[in-house]
């Protein structure tokens, strides 16, 4: 049993589960900031031109409860015990997920391009400090214009 305690131990302090799990509740955070987006400002407007007040409540009744309907509400139609699709709920939860998507997009867009920069300059590599005499072979400095063992004149390097 010890054992067991100190496997799990080493395994929910590794980095990348510690890492995972911040992940995780900042991502159900921003999905439910997303989700208030859609449903309380995106959808509203939306909701207007269409002739609905709430989006939310865009039902197709399958089957009439008790009393039978029109229900004026989603909710209504429930209370009631109709058997309705509820598609406008649907349609909400599609439009967050696609603006959940476009920002991890342009997050990861953003950190691609800061890993390309940062890529970039670790590339390129330091010129070479020494260079090699074509006359003599011996190791001169880059920028020489003289060979200082055989007196040789060199080109500029570069």
Do not use: H
Request: charged content about 20%; overall charge positive; hydrophobic content about 45%.
């Amino acid at each position: 049993m010890n054992t067991v305690l100190k496997e799990f131990r080493e395994f929910a302090l590794k980095g990348n589960v510690v890492d995972m799990a911040v992940g995780i509740i900042i991502g159900a955070a921003f999905g439910s900031i997303a989700k208030s987006l859609v449903s309380d400002v995106i959808m509203p407007p939306i909701g207007l031109l269409i002739g609905k007040v709430d989006f939310s409540d865009l039902f197709l009744v399958l089957k009439n409860g008790t009393p039978p309907g029109p229900y004026a509400t989603a909710a209504a139609a429930s209370r009631a015990g109709a058997v309705a699709i509820r598609y406008g709920v649907f349609i909400d939860q599609v439009v967050a997920f696609v603006l959940v998507a476009f920002s991890v997009f342009l997050l990861v867009k953003g950190i691609n391009v800061l890993r390309r920069e940062e890529e970039e300059k670790e590339e390129k590599p330091a010129p070479p400090e020494t260079r090699q005499c074509p006359y003599c072979l011996s190791a001169i400095p880059a920028k020489a214009l003289r060979c200082p063992q055989c007196t040789s004149e060199l080109k500029a390097s570069g």
